[in-house]
């Protein structure tokens, strides 16, 4: 079965602790995104990725990190500097970012909902 | 100011009715989607639209470019179909990045 997972579905952080989220992809996409949630809110960026060994900022890219060194993987790290990390965090992928409206057409996990006690 | 505005933001109906959510956007788009996000959280995609009309089973998105302004209808619903529903757009300035919608909640009552 292709698609995407994320680890764990649940998670538990202490204040100043720092946390990573995992999301893995078997689709063979190209593109992959982290995304933060909160009530009544959109989807907003954090961080993507076009290729491997490659990734951009979003629009809330502070107290968060992400490496791509392998183009199934794209884990992404909650730092102490996040001041509100309690959100539910989703990752997508796509097989590309250009051209074709259906090349870019992302595909989501299932999400990772992080609660700092 | 947002970009995408959804409405109604909440809507309960009882099961058999159509549903309609409207989705409305400022910026120039090269598509828009619609998808479908249930309690557990996980989203699924149901329609990516750059014109016209798109039907899959009982769902039916629309949208009207000059108007900027799409629908999603579900017919004879059901209480499955509870769930958020998001509206998305693909700005054409950027290709790669989706401006969102808040959601509408849509519960439906057996």
């Known amino acids: 079965d292709g698609g995407i997972t994320q680890s764990p579905k649940y998670l538990f952080r202490k204040e100043g602790q720092n946390v990573t989220l995992s999301c893995e992809q078997n689709l063979n996409h190209d593109a992959m995104y982290w995304y933060r949630q909160d009530p009544g809110q959109g989807l907003r960026l954090i961080y993507y990725s076009q290729i491997v060994n490659d990734f951009q900022k979003g629009d809330i890219a502070e107290g968060y990190s992400v490496s791509r060194e392998k183009k199934e993987s794209f884990p992404l790290t909650v730092t102490s500097a996040q001041k509100n990390p309690t959100a539910f965090y989703l990752c997508a992928s796509s097989i590309g970012t250009s051209g074709d409206s259906s090349y870019n057409e992302q595909f989501f996990g299932p999400g990772t909902r992080l609660t700092v006690l | ?110």
């Open chain 2, 1 to 110: 100011k947002n970009e995408v505005e959804q409405s109604p933001q909440n809507l309960t109906a009882q099961e058999g009715e159509f549903i309609t959510i409207n989705c409305s956007y400022s910026v120039g788009i090269s598509a828009l989607h619609w998808l479908q996000q249930h309690p557990g959280g996980g989203i699924v995609s149901l329609f990516m639209l750059s014109s016209g009309k798109k039907k899959h089973g009982r769902l039916i998105a629309t949208i009207n470019i000059q108007e900027k302004h799409s629908s999603l209808h579900i017919t004879a619903s059901h209480p499955r179909d509870s769930a958020v529903y998001i509206c998305a757009v693909r700005w054409i300035a950027s290709n790669y990045q989706l401006i969102w919608g808040a959601g509408t909640k849509l519960i439906i009552k057996p």
